[in-house]
């Protein structure tokens, strides 16, 4: 017989989240969202998933400068997940 027992689900977090494929680097932004890096060598690009905002082009080096700048700066909120 069982009592029910309840567990509470945990927030999910960004950063045990597993990545999306591709996404090589992720930075947490201030507000909670994630800017993530995707490819390697010249063939990079960077999405903040919160604002939208994407940078390619720029090299691997670079590219996660940017993608840690705006990380610090970027306030969008993520959009909710949809379900169903
Ligand atoms: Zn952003």
Known sequence: MTHGI????MQPSPGTEPWPDGVTARYLTVAGATVDVRGSGDNVSMTCLG????YSAFGEARTRELAQGHAEKCRALPRPAVTG
Do not use: K, Q
Request: proline share 12%; with cysteine; charged share 25%.
């Open 51 to 54: 604002c939208d905002l994407g």
């Open 6 to 9: 309840r567990t509470t689900p």
